[in-house]
Nanobody, 121 residues
Framework: QVQLVESGGGSVQAGGSLRLSCAASGSIFRINDMDWYRQAPGKQRELVAHITSGGSTNYADSVKGRFTISRDNAKNTVYLQMNSLKSEDTAVYYC???????????????WGRGTQVSVSS
């Protein structure tokens, strides 16, 4: 059983910073891509940041220059450093990992349950 658990969310004032973590546990053979998504009330879930197994990254335009995604393969963990936070960053943040359970297992997406980030202006 694979589980993804996010941590690091909370409440912060505009201009502040938070660092989210998402750790995968269970019997995992390999993790490919890792992503952070967010969903604000009344809005669709959107991709915030993406990192490949090789370390290449992509960001939503709304967070470029403010957020940084990174990963620690030894710990099966992905991070999201969020700086210069704005009220519009308020959302539930979810991690997603494309991973294989065995060498012959077709890579499958797994999701965390989310962590709340609230930014007050």
């Amino acid at each position: 059983q694979v589980q993804l658990v996010e941590s690091g969310g909370g409440s912060v004032q505009a201009g502040g910073s938070l660092r989210l973590s998402c750790a995968a546990s269970g019997s995992i053979f390999r993790i490919n891509d890792m992503d952070w998504y967010r969903q604000a009330p009344g809005k669709q879930r959107e991709l915030v940041a993406h990192i490949t197994s090789g370390g290449s990254t992509n960001y939503a335009d709304s967070v470029k220059g403010r957020f940084t995604i990174s990963r620690d393969n030894a710990k099966n963990t992905v991070y999201l450093q969020m700086n210069s936070l704005k009220s519009e960053d308020t959302a539930v943040y979810y991690c997603k990992m494309l991973l294989s359970l065995t060498a012959w297992h077709i890579p499958t997406n797994y999701w965390g349950r989310g962590t709340q980030v609230s930014v007050s202006s």
